[in-house]
């Protein structure tokens, strides 16, 4: 198989009853880019946070290359999430660590060499368009600049997978579509993508496999689709 | 933060170094003590110089007894108005007729064997009395028993103490970076790579915290030792000698914090490595 | 006057040396809608916490119904906030309480009867549709979920402002125009609503006053204006 | 969190306690022991009775004697006798030719002022000698005051370091929630009505950590009273009585406890309170 990812009839209940997922099937191949859509608390970052194991699935079996991660030992995590790029809805950045020091964070974890990794933070810092606040703290950013920040940790080590929940939500237009550029370069190079957003604009100019989640459940897979929900 | 633990150490070892400070002394003096009660064992005024000789060699053969030492009744006037002080000169007339037998001093091995060796004793021909301070011994040794009970019951408690109070302070300092630890760990790192610096950190925190209290308690051993200790003398007590307690209170200090501080970090990273 | 807002000047160095608004003279009339737009990083918040004072300007004068909170003393400043209602763009929920107490809250700190209270909030939070999520603790919320909360404890006491910093950058567009409805609801009946925003789509349809900010500076002041910066 | 503060408090109280358990009592044993300290003067064996009685009025007279009381030579020697414990025995010797002087006993107002006194006896007639336990008394009362010194500065330090150790405590857990009262504030809360629940959980907090203390404190000082009670009374030591000591301790730990439970948690949230 050349799929990057493989859910069979995954299920997800949080401690409180709360059923956030509820019977995925689904699988996603090497180089795709599937955005994931759908109203607020429908379960996408639910379904995100299960493909690097921040969360169990209840019930089921998730499949990335072609290993169920669902059953994997704890010191193999480490190793699955270092082949994952996350950006994360709330950017999850390490608060006492600089901007350069938060990004190089992701390499230093894969005993990166120190040359390398400092040539290749700036090269990802100038991407997102954050070289000049490099020293700055994340508590001293916009939320938009958190985000790219994020964004730029996500990629920073080259990951065969990225995943991005909402990676446009605090962003302008404009600099929306830089970070859809970033991303369509990377996809280009066969990183496969999944991306959660509510940006209408993209999903339907930027044309990719579109899944629509409802309830904790798919209710649309559609190869070129677009955002659909119209008003 | 970093701060609340090292002085949550300073305190704890503070208090933990100036009570061993005295424990350890009073340990010793105990020992000292103990090692100093003796058995007296009067002899009959009308005894011949060969019984006193087989006698001596007889007390020597209990079981348990270390030396024999003959005190004659001269001797043991002096000791006794030697124990009351500057009175003595009232006594001058006991000097001429003195109402005090001889005696032979017996010293067992261990203290506890006195009373054992005096009931032996008293049973020789030529034997009017045995002393051993009987009552005042037993309760000498309840006592020493009961200091060093309570003594070992509290060091225990102190240190106890200052495990939960450190653990306690440290705890808190890295609860508040729950959400960095879990970041690490969701951006790839291994349980080892987030340990490490929580490692060196409570190592430095321990050492750090040790270092007052290691200088406290050289000032305060110095000052009580050269001020109190030729007072305590005179008493016939002797203090553990200064380097001998600094060095080994500094190193048990030094120990006694790094372990907690590296168990207290480590202890606490624990339940947020399960990400 | 009938000027609800008015700044003179306004600048603001943050500690670390940057410059995040540059003079920024502005008057917004008793029951205006403002939208603030602008690239990331050009100083929307920032602008929109100064007017509740959590922020202090470097220079310059502010008025709120013609107080000049610069030089509020500190035991007024509650009284300042209190009619001001705040959408924070990280969300700001108190962890340990619930949906419910967290709305409740801002009504409780005004001391309002315990009746009122109970029905008010219900009322709010069926409005943001998160009435069914009334016991869950924010930490158990979806992202779009807490933008919610927060929008329902920034409406329910009723301020006569209302400032949103970016209220629907983690909703769907459908959940978006639901905000918007409730906007317009309450701006007609007299609040005034000063709202920073990426929303293209929704700037472009609702038209209001649109103020364009640019390194910290303003750059655009149209009424009835269009989002701009079309790619 | 709650939790943590509260054991904070439970520690600090529990040694606070304890160490104060034994200084309220070794500080009455020490004045007990104090005017319990007498000058001895003795007579001339040749003194007439009126002699005697003048001598008596004499030395009621010289300032700050508060009681004088006639001692006779046999009360002496019976005194002495008993004072060498159950070697008695060995003595009966000397009851039938006793050497000792007969003696009057003075008591001072202040146990001070012995050495004064002792002074101006010793200038009257027919006085033969006069004694305080020269030495000894003197290093008795510069022992109690060193004593009650180093138990004062004792208590003084563990006071400070619970106080310390407590606030550090809240005050970690408390920065915990640091945003927690920023956001309150933020939404329109006066500082009043975010501290006030801070005001009740410090209270609760203290009064709650001050429990296991006092319990604590009731057990062990009644082991130790019906325990030891007996054993000192014989060294004619008396403890603080039972209920006296525990209701005096355990107001002063709640009232301890309820204070730095207060001051340290408004005294934490104060900072937060700044935006
Ligand atoms: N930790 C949690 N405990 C309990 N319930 C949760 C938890 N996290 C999320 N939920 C619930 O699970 C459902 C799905 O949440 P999820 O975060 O996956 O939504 P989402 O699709 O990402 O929404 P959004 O677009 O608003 O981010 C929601 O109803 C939410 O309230
Ligand atoms: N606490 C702070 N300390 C220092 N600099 C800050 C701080 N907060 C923001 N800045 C800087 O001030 C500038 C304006 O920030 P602001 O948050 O106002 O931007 P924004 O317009 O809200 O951006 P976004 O759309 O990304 O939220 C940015 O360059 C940011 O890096
Ligand atoms: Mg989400
Ligand atoms: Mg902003």
Redesign the pocket.
């Known amino acids: 198989m050349s799929d990057a990812i493989v859910m069979q009839n995954v299920w997800k209940a949080?401690?409180?009853g709360?059923m956030?997922l509820n019977g995925i099937d689904l699988s996603v191949k090497q180089g795709e880019f599937v955005y994931i859509v759908?109203?607020?608390?429908?379960?996408?970052?639910?379904?995100?946070?299960m493909i690097f194991r921040e969360l169990k699935p209840t019930r089921g079996k998730i499949f990335i290359n072609n290993k169920n991660i669902a059953s994997l030992r704890e010191r193999q995590v480490p190793y699955l999430r270092r082949k994952i790029g996350i950006v994360f809805?709330d950017f999850r950045l390490l608060p006492k660590l600089t901007v350069y020091e938060n990004v190089a964070f992701a390499l230093e974890v894969i005993e990166e060499h120190p040359r390398q990794i400092k040539k290749r933070v700036m090269d990802v810092l100038d991407l997102v368009g954050l070289k000049h606040k490099l020293r700055s703290f994340p508590n001293q950013l916009s939320g938009g600049e958190q985000q790219r920040v994020s964004i730029a940790r996500s990629i920073v080590n080259r990951p065969p997978v990225l995943i991005a929940?909402?990676p446009t939500g605090n962003l302008d237009p404009e600099t929306s579509w830089q970070i859809m550029d970033v991303f369509k370069r990377i996809n280009d190079q066969g990183t496969t993508i999944i991306m959660?957003t509510?940006n209408r604009d993209i999903v339907n100019k930027v044309r990719h496999r579109v899944l629509g989640?409802e309830g904790?459940m798919i209710v649309r897979d559609q190869q070129e689709g677009d955002y659909g929900y119209e008003d | 933060m970093t701060f609340a633990s090292v002085s949550a150490v300073t305190v704890a070892l503070v208090l933990v170094g100036l009570f061993l400070m005295v424990m350890f002394n009073l340990n010793k003096i105990a020992g000292d003590i103990e090692s100093d009660v003796e058995v007296r064992v009067y002899l009959d005024q009308s005894i011949s110089q060969s019984e006193q000789e087989t006698l001596a060699t007889e007390l020597k053969g209990i079981k348990n007894v270390q030396e024999v030492r003959f005190q004659s009744k001269k001797e043991g006037l002096n000791n006794l108005l030697e124990s009351l002080g500057n009175d003595k000169k009232s006594f001058t007339d006991l000097q001429k007729e003195n109402p005090l037998p001889n005696a032979f001093i017996l010293k067992t091995k261990q203290p506890e064997q006195t009373i054992a060796v005096a009931k032996k004793a008293v049973q020789f021909p030529n034997v009017t009395d045995v002393r051993y301070g009987k009552g005042t011994v037993e309760r000498l040794f309840s006592f020493i028993r009961i200091a060093r009970n309570v003594g070992i019951v509290l060091i225990l408690g102190l240190l106890f103490t200052s495990v939960f109070l450190i653990a306690n302070t440290i705890k808190l300092t890295i609860v508040a970076r729950r959400s960095e630890i879990e970041i690490m760990k969701l951006v790839g790192a291994t349980n080892a790579f987030v340990r490490w610096p929580y490692f060196i950190e409570g190592l430095v925190m321990g050492v750090m915290g040790s270092i007052i209290p290691i200088v406290l308690v050289m000032v305060v051993y110095r000052l009580a030792y050269y001020n109190l200790g030729g007072d305590l003398q005179q008493m016939f007590i002797k203090l553990i000698p200064y380097h001998t307690m600094v060095t080994n209170l500094s190193l048990l200090l030094v120990a006694i914090g790094a372990l907690i501080g590296v168990w207290g970090s480590l202890n606490s990273v624990r339940k947020f490595l399960k990400i």
Chains 1, 3 share one sequence.
């Not at chain 1, 759908?38 to 946070?49: D, E, L, W, Y």
């Open positions: 949080y401690p409180n709360v956030a759908g109203p607020s608390g429908a379960g996408k970052s639910t379904f995100i946070k809805q929940d909402e959660a509510h989640l904790g």
